[in-house]
């Protein structure tokens, strides 16, 4: 069962610092640890269905990439199909 909850949400304010690549054929957002920083590991971020291109998945990768030291992909799964990032805004109005 949801709550009004389940249904808000925002956009953050921000600006992604990775890069947009193309790996095997796919768009991908890259985030990377600091400079001079090994990344530990390798982190596969499955977006939201806003997809690899909505702020609010490139900042949490950036996120994962400096505080974890991690090496972060964000593919685009969809095609560029992805939802408009509208429907938050839609969302809290009506709730609201």
């Not at 953050?12 to 947009?20: L, S």
């Not at 090994?38 to 939201?48: F, R, S």
């Not at 291109?53 to 560029?80: C, K, Q, S, W």
Request: hydrophobic fraction near 35%.
């Amino acid at each position: 069962m949801s709550c009004p909850d389940c249904f808000k949400g925002t956009i953050h304010v921000g600006n992604p610092k990775g890069t947009e690549e193309t790996i095997h054929g796919l768009p991908v957002y890259v985030s990377r640890p600091a400079e001079g920083v090994t990344p530990k590991g390798l982190v596969v971020y499955l977006p939201d269905a806003f997809g690899w291109d909505f702020v609010n998945n490139r900042i949490l990768a950036d996120h994962y990439a400096t505080r974890g030291e991690f090496l972060v992909y964000v593919p685009d799964l969809m095609g560029g199909k992805s939802s408009s990032t509208i429907i938050p805004n839609l969302v809290n109005h009506e709730a609201g």
